[in-house]
Every structure is written in structure tokens, then in C-alpha cells.
């Protein structure tokens, strides 16, 4: 088997590995945004987010990145959207 074949399918087997992560992370976001009054921005996603495994397995910063690339895949996929900014600079999002 050649290198060039070999990359191929690592870089296959990482593409499904963040397609499931961003998956797992977009249910837990539509979570927080159905549980919640009114829309929220990303950083208001973060506080909302649930005290689970991942929250206590990885800090802040690592957490923000996983949201971000779950909101990213939930608005590709059309299933939130991203509101008007509001007056104090917030970006919110709602639910498709």
C-alpha cells in the first residue's frame, strides 16, 4: 500500500471523526436552544451548556472550539440560523 493511499484513508477516517463530533455537539446545542426562552449567542450557549462529560473533560477554550464547529455544522445544515445583531454587539441564534 502506498503513502499517497494511506493518507487518503487517514484523512477519510478524521473527515467522519469532526462529521461526529460536530453531530453529537449540534444535538447538544439544539438542546440548549429548545430549553431556552429566547435566543442565544454562542457565549450564552456556553453557560447554558449542559454539566456533562465533555464540559468537565475539556476547558473553556476547547469547549468554545467544540461549539463553534457544532453551530457551524447546525447552520450549514439549515437547522439554526443566525438572528440580526442586536443592539449590544450579540449575535443570537434560534432555531430553524
Do not use: C, W
Not at 449540534?26 to 438542546?31: S, Y
Not at 429566547?38 to 469547549?63: C, F, G, M, V
Not at 453551530?71 to 450549514?76: D, K, M, V, W
Amino acid at each position: 500500500m502506498g503513502k499517497h493511499s494511506q493518507a487518503k484513508r487517514q484523512n477519510k477516517v478524521k473527515k467522519q471523526h469532526v462529521l461526529k463530533l460536530q453531530q453529537e455537539i449540534g444535538a447538544e446545542i439544539i438542546k440548549v436552544l429548545e430549553d431556552s426562552v429566547s435566543p442565544l449567542d454562542a457565549s450564552q450557549i456556553l453557560n447554558h451548556y449542559p454539566d456533562n462529560a465533555r464540559r468537565k473533560e475539556n476547558d473553556d477554550k476547547t469547549l468554545k472550539l467544540y461549539i463553534s464547529m457544532g453551530l457551524g455544522y447546525l447552520i450549514e445544515a439549515k437547522k439554526v440560523k443566525e438572528l440580526p445583531k442586536t443592539e449590544d454587539g450579540r449575535f443570537p441564534l434560534a432555531l430553524v
